[in-house]
């Protein structure tokens, strides 16, 4: 039997106008690409940015072409979201503090890798409220990004299932992820940096209300499956628990809740890293692929 997924909750799926932006749902279910706006002008406008943050919220993720921006109007307009964050394992540009390089070619460290349905920073204690990303190099064809509408992978569970994991928490860590091919030594001093973050496996969208699935690759086990209402034998918890979470990962591979995006030089995506998830395919060897982000600070998930 299909299903039909309903459009971001007011908005039509032909493009249509927003203020002096014009808006392209891409999706049934997650993104539009604006056209009529540059960022740097954004930076500066008041109202032109509060246009741009209401669709990211109604959207989630927002893109647009042809923004020759320069390094400090990028990062100006992300922090008009709030503080930029740096990372701990890929680079940022030395004049920029928090515009992280995301430069990929043959000789990128193996640690470097982004082909894994993620959200950003889920290992800190306040994971990243979003993110602007902006093609500076790519490949002719490949190197695509996908991003993942979290709040309908919620929404659209069996209510059994939704019933059993809205009061779990699960671990996410750096350590197990980033750290996995560094040195014993410095794999310790990286998790002793940024011990394994707790966070709830559903959480409450701060602005709009929205119940959130917020597990991902980060995400290595429950901390708060063990008791009796769920585990009768040892084989309830083990393999049980690790299944359960498995399948709530899964999720976010359901085409129905995805937009894929191609990019192209100056291309740009704002996301709303607290109901997506994304994931950049790397099938695009041995082409260059040279990205920037200005990772934006968030809060504590509830």
């Not at 459009?7 to 049934?28: F, K, Q």
């Not at 032109?48 to 390094?71: A, G, N, P």
């Not at 409220?129 to 902006?134: H, K, N, Q, S, T």
Request: include cysteine; proline fraction near 7%; hydrophobic fraction near 40%.
């Amino acid at each position: 039997m299909e299903h039909t997924l309903a459009p971001p909750e007011g908005a039509p799926v032909r493009a249509h106008h927003r203020g002096s932006i014009r808006v392209e749902p891409l999706t049934c279910s997650i993104g539009a690409e604006l056209s009529g706006v540059n960022l740097g002008d954004a930076a500066r406008d008041d109202d032109l940015f509060e246009e741009i943050r209401s669709l990211l919220l109604q959207y989630k993720v927002l893109f647009l072409r042809d923004q020759d921006i320069t390094r400090a109007e990028h990062v100006a307009f992300a922090e008009r979201f709030g503080a930029l964050e740096d990372h701990p394992v890929a680079g940022s540009d030395p004049e920029h503090p928090g515009l992280v390089r995301i430069y990929k070619d043959l000789d990128s460290p193996a640690e470097h890798y982004e082909n894994a349905l993620h959200t950003d920073g889920t290992w800190r204690e306040n994971p990243s409220m979003g993110a602007v990303l902006r093609c500076i190099e790519g490949p002719a064809v490949g190197g695509d990004t996908i991003w993942v509408n979290m709040a309908e992978a919620y929404r659209r569970l069996p209510e059994d299932i939704r019933a059993k994991v809205r009061g779990l928490r699960a671990r996410h860590s750096i350590e197990a992820t980033f750290g996995a091919v560094m040195p014993e030594e410095k794999r310790h001093a990286l998790k002793a940096q940024f011990p394994d973050a707790e966070h709830p496996v559903v959480r409450v969208h701060p602005e709009t209300g929205e119940e959130i699935l917020f597990v991902n690759a980060f995400t290595t086990h429950f901390v708060n499956y063990h008791t009796p209402e769920n585990v009768r034998f040892g084989q309830d918890f083990a393999p049980g628990a690790g299944l359960l979470l498995n399948y709530l990962i899964a999720q976010a591979a359901v085409p129905e809740y995805q937009v894929r995006w191609r990019w192209t030089p100056n291309s740009v995506a704002i996301w709303d890293n607290r109901s997506t998830q994304h994931y950049a395919v790397q099938d695009y060897w041995p082409a260059v692929r040279r990205m920037e982000r200005a990772g934006i600070v968030g809060d504590r998930p509830f």
